[in-house]
Structures are given as structure tokens and as C-alpha cells.
């Protein structure tokens, strides 16, 4: 077949070298399970020799659908997103779609902003973990524009939605009851300042665990939960007039921190004092001393939260679901 060097390669040039028709080009295109496998090959091998590319946004057009998801995250420096986003990704590649990243930096304003960008690319839907102090207005901005979301991690309050998260509560009472069964009494609570949902239900567990077994709960340390800020509260708390024997902290990364701090105080983590992270990333089994952490599975959330979210757009009217993916501790030796 002779082809001008300038004229692009269409489906009918496809169909002809296949001698088949342009619907089924079109159909082995799109993965379509309708199209015999001798012919399927067949097509795929001519693609494959004439390297032919499929223009994708033509036939979103056509098809009046993008094919793309709007992924809006908080905070991509935290290598939990990267786990979440692999589980999303996942998910989207089985069933033809691609992600649209948006990283708002927990910037309410910013995100405000940038929300519309994946609207712009007439995104399917969104999977959203909101900004710290996001307006639960958002939610219904979204339904205005029919537009089909997945809360994850965080919840805005006050709203009928989707939502996917990890059982964070219960999560946080395990890590106390391992503390308080290894004889620890003064345990305190390090990484909470953020105004979110994850945050309250932290703190909630902690409550709740404490009280449980009428232990003291005013030593809380509402800091971000980041690794300097987790070293710099276990050394005031160390200075304090009555320090603690054992901290939960709000992630990993604050863990870190703490264990940092309290070995350049001399002390030895795990032997001296008590330490439980939250999250379970890839670095708490590597770390020295390996850090005992809460396990919630980012991955399997990411998953969960991508099928809930073709399940909205395949029934937008169907009633709002919620799931919570359970927790579990795992010891290691801090």
C-alpha cells in the first residue's frame, strides 16, 4: 500500500491491508471482546507493522467520554500517596483508563483552582483527598456538575458521599493497647495539627484507648507530622516536668523523627522507650530500629477507591457508599 509520507494513517488504511471494516478496526482498537481472535491477531499485527497510533482524543469526542479520571491528593511528598496512586492506577489500567494528578499542596485555594483542570479534560470523575480545610461546600459544587467523586483518607463533614478509607480509629486503639500491655502508662500523642477528619479519628482512638484504662490524656503534641517536627516534640516532651515512656504519632515519617530524637538523646528505642507509627510505609521495615507501625494497606485503598468510582460513574443515582478497609498492628522493634 503506497502512503504519502505526509498523509497520516487512518483506520480505513487499517481495514484495507485487513481486508475487514472500519467498525472492526475500531472494535480491536478498543479491546472489545466481540472480535474473533483470528482477526483480532490479525489487526493487531498490521497496527503493530505500519505502527499506527491511535488519536485518542478524536474518539473521545466522538464517544463523549475521556477515558481519564481526576486524581486530586494533598500532599505527594508523602510516599503513602505513591502506594495509593499504584492501587488507583491499577485498577484505571485494567479497565482502559488513565489518571489525571493533581497535587494541591493542602492549599484549599489552590485546590479550588486546580480542581477545574481535570473538569476542563472532561474527566469521567474524581477520586478526592481534600485539602486541609476545604469547604464541605465542595461536594455539592461537584453534584452540580454531575460530577461522580470518591472521597479517600479524608472526609468532608456534613455531606451524603463516597468514601473510601482505612479504619483509623480502631487503628490507633491497638497501637495504645500494644503500649499499655508492654507496662507503659504515660503515653503520649505526637503529629496532631491538622484540621481534618483522619486527625479527629485519631484522636478519638487515643481517647477512647486511654480512657479505657485511666491513663492520663493531656500529652498531646499537635505538630505536623513531619520528621523534623517529630524529633524536636519528643525532645521538649524529654525535658518536661513528667515525660512520657511511649508515643503514637500521627504517621511514619513523624515516627522517624521521634526515634531520631530520642537516640541522640541517648536513649534506646524500644528498650528505653515506645514507639508506634501509622501507615506501615516501605521505610518502617528498614529502618533500625524497625518501626512497630499501624498497617492500613494504601495500595488496597487506592484499589477500592478507583472501583468505587467506576461503580458511580457506571450508576451516577445509585445511593452514596462507604467503606472502610480494617487495620492491623505489626510489631517490630521499636
Not at 66 to 75: A, E, M, N, V, W
Not at 149 to 171: E, H, S, W
Request: with cysteine; charged share 25%.
Amino acid at each position: 500500500m503506497d502512503r504519502s509520507p505526509s498523509r497520516k494513517l487512518t483506520i480505513t488504511d487499517i481495514a484495507k491491508r485487513a481486508r475487514v471494516s472500519r467498525a472492526t478496526v475500531s472494535l480491536v482498537l478498543r479491546e472489545s471482546p466481540l472480535v474473533a481472535d483470528e482477526t483480532r491477531a490479525r489487526v493487531q499485527k498490521i497496527v503493530a507493522s505500519l505502527g499506527y497510533v491511535r488519536n485518542r482524543g478524536a474518539a473521545n469526542l466522538r464517544s463523549r467520554n475521556s477515558q481519564t479520571i481526576g486524581l486530586i491528593l494533598s500532599d505527594l511528598a508523602n510516599p503513602f500517596y505513591a502506594e495509593l496512586i499504584a492501587g488507583i492506577e491499577s485498577v484505571m489500567d485494567e479497565n482502559g483508563r488513565i489518571a489525571f494528578i493533581v497535587n494541591t499542596e493542602e492549599d484549599p485555594v489552590k485546590q479550588d483552582r486546580l480542581i477545574l483542570r481535570p473538569r476542563e479534560q472532561n474527566v469521567e470523575g474524581i477520586i478526592l483527598s481534600a485539602a486541609e480545610g476545604t469547604d464541605p461546600g465542595l461536594i455539592d459544587r461537584l453534584r452540580q456538575w454531575r460530577l461522580p467523586c470518591v472521597q479517600t483518607m479524608r472526609r468532608l463533614n456534613g455531606r451524603l458521599f463516597d468514601y473510601v478509607g482505612p479504619a483509623i480509629k480502631r487503628g490507633v486503639e491497638m497501637a495504645v493497647d500494644h503500649l499499655a500491655e508492654r507496662g507503659h502508662r504515660s503515653i503520649a500523642y505526637i503529629g496532631a495539627s491538622r484540621r481534618t477528619s483522619p486527625t479527629r479519628e485519631r484522636l478519638a482512638g487515643f481517647s477512647s484507648a486511654m480512657s479505657k484504662r485511666g491513663l492520663r490524656q493531656d500529652l498531646i503534641v499537635r505538630c505536623p507530622p513531619t520528621r523534623e517536627e517529630g524529633a524536636h516534640a519528643i525532645r521538649e516532651l524529654l525535658a518536661g516536668p513528667t515525660p512520657p515512656t511511649a508515643a503514637v504519632c500521627y504517621n511514619d515519617v513523624c515516627a522517624f523523627g521521634v526515634v531520631l530524637g530520642f537516640m541522640e538523646a541517648g536513649g534506646r528505642p524500644g528498650a528505653d522507650f515506645g514507639v508506634v507509627g501509622f501507615d506501615n510505609i516501605a521505610d518502617a521495615a528498614f529502618v533500625r530500629p524497625a518501626l512497630t507501625t499501624v498497617a492500613i494497606d494504601p495500595r488496597r485503598l487506592g484499589q477500592e477507591s478507583a472501583r468505587l468510582l467506576l461503580r458511580r460513574i457506571a450508576s451516577p443515582d445509585a445511593s452514596p457508599e462507604r467503606l472502610v478497609v480494617p487495620s492491623h498492628l505489626i510489631v517490630r522493634e521499636t
